[in-house]
């Protein structure tokens, strides 16, 4: 089975503060991805890659940065954290463009 | 860019009936579609996915319809349990690697 871990259930943290969210998948996967999900909104993407150091703007890119140095390895970045990015975060995989996304259990956090 | 339309919002029934839950999308190159099922502190996991050279699909109780002419597929679970009490996201790619999501729809199974 596929595996997709994000580093941590809940985080909080203050606002202005660099955030940093750790997504790793074990499948030698070629896309990776980050959603944040907010009641009523639905998953919205925020970022993509879909090879080692490449990356696309997703549709709420702004805020963000992402990094993807290994395979394995896609990493979320909030800059200067804001209340509005309280949400939660989930990172998912994907072989190719038309193959099932796998989610991990995501993040949910806080910024006071 | 796709638009994924998901209807209804919230859905009760009662343990034993069926429900259907409604997606429209806006591409008609769109040509993969998949379910995911959400349980309370987990992420999206897929349940059953359909692709445009068919017309529907069936995993035991669960099945997916598609309408290509009509640009809508819908999900249907038959003798539902308790269990299936979950949000569940229907979505259609927005581009080769990116799926757009529907906005959810929250199950509710009374025993």
């Known amino acids: 089975d596929v595996k997709v871990t994000q580093s941590s259930r809940y985080l909080v943290k203050r606002t202005g503060e660099k955030v940093f969210l750790e997504c790793v998948q074990d499948m030698d996967h070629e896309n990776m991805f980050w959603y944040r999900q907010d009641p009523g909104l639905g998953l919205r993407l925020i970022y993509f890659?879909?090879?080692?150091?490449?990356?696309e703007k997703g549709d709420i890119p702004e805020g963000y940065s992402v990094s993807r140095e290994k395979k394995e390895r896609f990493s979320l970045i909030l800059e200067s954290a804001s209340t509005n990015q309280t949400s939660m975060y989930l990172c998912a995989s994907s072989f190719r463009g038309d193959q099932p996304q796998h989610f991990g259990d995501g993040t949910r956090l806080s910024i006071l | 860019g796709e638009n994924v339309e998901q209807h209804p919002s919230t859905l009760s029934v009662q343990e034993g009936d069926s429900a259907v839950i409604k997606c429209t999308y806006s591409?008609?190159?769109?040509?993969?579609f998949p379910w995911y099922k959400q349980e309370l502190g987990k992420g999206p996991q897929l349940i059953i996915d359909i692709r445009s050279n068919v017309g529907e699909k069936k995993d035991q109780r669960i099945a997916v319809t598609l309408n290509k002419t009509a640009k809508h597929f819908s999900l249907h679970i038959t003798e539902t349990q308790p269990e299936d009490s979950a949000v569940y996201f229907c979505?259609?790619?927005?581009?080769?690697?990116?799926?757009?999501f529907g906005k959810g729809t929250m199950l509710l199974v009374s025993p």
């Open positions: 890659s879909y090879d080692v150091k490449m990356k």
């Open positions: 591409d008609s190159a769109s040509n993969y």
């Open positions: 979505a259609a790619p927005s581009g080769y690697s990116t799926l757009t």
